[in-house]
């Protein structure tokens, strides 16, 4: 399975963008006919390092040598030549255009008077032949086809210019289980025909399922490489997250738990909420003054859910349920009049109006509520104001500085201003402390434990184990874009518990699963879990 | 376990129905087009009943004739618009163009110096857009849009009055009628140079757009422009090669259209644009991009053609109202677009 | 201490939007005064009490540019754009002529309130026509505006059949030729006008949301902003105030021209709204900083007539300056000057992710 030279070798990687440093002295190597996972949580470096070896990104400094040779890629035409290609999440093929040419873009077959259709679209069915796709008509447009059928013709236009490196980032996100095992068939074949194959995905059963080796980064450093077998999942969370077992064990909930009565009435109640492609059929339920935290991986639907209970996402199948009384929340605008706020975890893209005042971007939320034409007065403007940006510690606590002039923590705590400020009685943070410095950290953390104790339903989104402990009342565990336990803390409760509900899930959830899937488990599965307790893992979740 | 979705994936050659039904349903242009022939059509079967002498040579041949330029910039717009951009400019620089090169005729330019100038001219004023464009990252409307000012205020600069061409001048000969069929009296099919020079360009613009890599781009880019940047298309290559083909082709327009007229000024071409992005949207160019045949731009400017045809035979419409029926027919067509592309969204 | 004050005031004086178009008019004018030294000379008609001269005159024509350039303001700050405003003014124009012919009181201040109520009405009703394009049926503004730019003149031309009508009635032609004190009346109630809209702007929460979808219509979204009763707004507005400049256009002359009464204006909004500091791709805007530009753009009208130059070119001179400005405001030439070097070879669209999701 493995050769002796590796067909591609990235030594001491460094990229840096202002104010950040992406990926710091980083190695990797890919070999031929071998499945290898990149792993990673957010922030990893994962996205980086592809798009280094795809040409998207200029290295600073460091080496990319591909079948030996070094080599430094101006564009994404130079990785394509070199052999490198890459297969997108989101389907980068264009859909206005044929499913042939789609295959073939860029590589069309010219005749005497400019490019031979028939003979272009025979050598499309050849590449997709080596995917088992040979059926298809590829006249027909690309958008007939499913996403998951898109994904695989997107691969074939890889087999298309003889791909030697195929990079797969993220492929099975928007797959279900049927579609991801003929996904993983597909590339068993291209693996034994000696491609290499590059996975990045952060569906654990999917790695240990379908890859020989991994390699893990965090924070933009390189962790590690090893054989999945060698491996298994307590390990592989840890190195994640960076934190060894027992330092795991050791972090516990502080939290006092407020006693509460069992028949208290839920203020918000989802009920089999689902959205297609990013949240599975749950069931949640919020107390007033409760403090519910999600945790899972990155990907596990955390941010989905809670954009569902806000009004940032339609739900396709489900109630929800405010104070006992069915509705249905249309918009943010909507949720907010129903005294829901929502804190997005891209407070750049989503979150702050970067070119307006600390003011401005603190009372916007009210006024929005009242409409253009009743503006606050300034003297309740001030007010509210002042409050936050004294109760927050903002700083600099200047309201007419313009808030994209303030580090990141600041700007959340203005953020965290804003929704406060509407006096919400259920208020989602979805991510509150990413990206900001440790005091701005726990200056919000001190806030939502007040808000709590206040009597405000606060529903905390983290990929910070250690974080949710230590503010939940209750956590609800998250995988795979379903809700798959629930822990009512206390002391005693240690992230370790989180970790083992996410690590033990995949074997249960998988044996019910399997029900329709016809055919038996592919034989390298065994090998590689041999060791571990877990057993009878399948590509399938 | 099955990997596509309802549409059954069969490897035999589907009959002649069944692609038809296929086109239509994955393509946003097919049934505009088709409309398009169907509206050109029965307009030209309301018009002989209505008015009569419509269904006969001169009647077509003076269509083809007095739209030839029309075509052109027709055929311009939709290699902009299938791009996802837009170009408002194609007016101004027919304005500049052809004062321009009337000037450097009477000024004793050998005329295809001049030809070959003002084409040059608006090729320079669509690089110009496509710079702006790609590197600057300017909208298209709001770089064509800067383009149609200064096109229009450099013709200004140049003239004000009417500049007449010698009448000596070779350049006159593109629009020399040549008659094909005698028919009785003044009915006869004749055809210009222009014309064929008009029919040439759509058969290169066909050529380009269906069988080059730079046209398949071309669509790509409508498509998805994050996406063609990641297969390795030459995608900003491309984008300023549409502005400059487009400038190109109204500089060509200008020559066809200073031919006929013999003479060139300043306000010449005020308000084609909307014609020629009228012309496109009826011929089934999506505006918004990624869908459009050359094919039924040219369908879009005869219907455009016969419309004024017909209106001036009625003479109960007065010929003010044009403009008005010419932006409605426009804003129903994309009105259509838009109802089509939301439904698939 | 002094001279780090004085410094820093002048910093923040040059920072304000309008102050480049302040100094681009005192340039013009010392150009004129160039050629002729008695250029900015103003004196009192003795018939009648009015301020005549050339910065008089300056005054008066700004007047309607003033409006379209307010309303373009608005519109531009929430990423659209207008290009209907010429077109309406004709509109308004033709309806204030055929309206005056037809009912032929000379001289009833009725009638000519009458008059400019309905050109206000139906300008009103053809923005909202706008307003409902992009804001409910999504259509990308410049095309929505496009086609009424185009067919907007036609519309005045059937509404008088073609002819440049013209009318009589004193209390309508005082408004665009009339003195109050001596000042031109247009004047006055162009200023009062930007007055009452910036008052309404900044006094209503209404120039902030529309800074809000302007700069990032995502988070405003999520703040819960409502957005299509602002595009409503702000497409209504620009149609009402091209409706003014129209009614101030037309009324100097008591005549409108079907081809030439705001041809190409809707250049002089944009351009007046760039020079006020405002960004074409949406977010803040200056109604001072458009002022100033709309004032700017009068003084190099007049300039370039004044310097013997052909008017007919002058659009040519300000797509220049468009482009010119385009070309600082965007990002490639903003970088360049802040001497960032980028690693990044693909578009921006990748950059918004890897910092999301790296």
Known sequence: MTEELPIVQMQGISIEFPGVKALDNVDFRLFQGEVHALMGENGAGKSTLIKALTGVYRIDSGSIAVVGQERSFTGTGDAQDAGISTVYQEVNLAPNLSIGENVMLGHEIHGLFGINWRATHRAATEALARLGLEHLDTHKPLSTLSIAVQQLVAISRAMAIKAKVLILDEPTSSLDAAEVEGLFAIMRSLRDQGVAILFVSHFLDQIYAISDRLTVLRNGQYEGEYLTRDLDRHALISKMIGKDLDALKSLGGNRRTSPRTADEAPLLSASGIARRGSVEATDIDIRPGEVVGFAGLLGSGRTELARLLYGADRPDEGTISLKGRRTEIKSPADGLAKRIAFSTENRRDEGIIGDLTVRENIILAVQAERGWARPIPRREQDAIVEKYISALNVRPADPNRMIRNLSGGNQQKVLLGRWLATEPELLILDEPTRGIDVGAKAEIQEAVAELAEGGVAVVFVSSELEEVVRLSERIVVLKDHRKIGEIQNGPGVTAQEIVDIIAAHGTDAAADDLGDVEGALPDTIAETTAESDMTAEQGAR | MSLTTETPAVAEVPGPVDRIRRLITANPSVLPTIASVVIFVGMIVYGETAYGRIVQYSTLSNLLINNAHLIVLAVALTFVIVTGGIDLSVGSIIAFSSVAGVMLANAGWHPLLVIVAMIGFGALFGLVSGILIRYFNVQPFIATLAMMFLGRGLASLLSTKPERLPEESPIRWISDKIKIVDGPKVNDLTITPAVMIAVLVVLAAFFVLHRTRTGRTVYAIGGSESSALLMGLPVHRTKVLVYVISGALSGLAAVLYTSRLGTAQNITGIGWELDAIAAAVIGGTVLTGAYGYVLGSVVGALVLGLMNVLITRDGGIPPEMTTIITGGILLVFVLLQRAVTRKKE | MNAATTTSAWRDLIRKPFFWGIV???????????????????????????????????????????????????????????????????????????????????????????????????????????????????????????????????????????????????????????????????????????????????????????????????????????????????????????????????????????????????????????????????????????????????????????LGVSSSATPAFKAIVIILICLLQSERVRAWFQGRRKTIIAPRVETAKEEVTA
């Open chain 3, 24 to 306: 681009a008019i005192v340039a013009l004018l010392a150009l004129n005064v160039l050629k002729d030294p008695g250029y900015l000379a103003i004196s009192i008609n003795p018939n009648n009490g009015n301020l005549v001269g050339n910065l008089i005159d300056i005054l008066r024509q700004a007047a309607p540019i003033m409006m379209i350039a307010i309303g373009m303001s608005l519109v531009i700050a929430t990423a659209g754009i207008d290009l209907s405003v010429g077109s309406l003014m004709a509109v308004s124009g033709a309806v204030s002529m055929e309206f005056l012919k037809n009912v032929g009181d000379s001289s009833s201040a009725g009638v000519a309130l009458a008059a400019v109520g309905l050109s206000l009405l139906i300008t009103g009703i053809l923005g909202a026509v706008n307003g409902v394009l992009v804001a409910y049926v999504g259509l990308q503004p410049f095309i929505a505006t496009l086609v009424l730019m185009l067919a907007g003149r036609g519309v005045a031309k059937v509404i008088t059949g073609g002819q440049n009508t013209a009318a009589t009635n004193d209390p309508y032609r005082w408004i665009a030729n009339g003195y109050v004190i001596g000042v031109p009346v247009v004047f006055i109630l162009a200023l009062g006008i930007v007055l009452a809209v910036g008052w309404v702007v900044r006094r209503s929460a209404l120039g902030l949301m529309i800074e809000a979808i302007g700069i990032n219509p995502k988070a405003s979204r999520m703040a819960g902003i409502k957005p299509r009763g602002l595009l409503m707004t702000a497409y209504i507005l620009s149609g009402v105030l091209a409706g003014v400049a129209g009614i101030m256009s037309v009324g100097s002359v008591m005549t409108v021209d079907i081809s030439r009464t705001g041809y190409q204006l809707e250049l002089d909004a944009i351009l007046a709204v760039v020079i006020g500091g405002a960004s074409l791709m949406g977010g803040k805007f200056s109604l001072s900083g458009a002022f100033v530009g709309a004032l700017l753009i009068a003084t190099l009208d007049k300039t370039v007539l004044y």
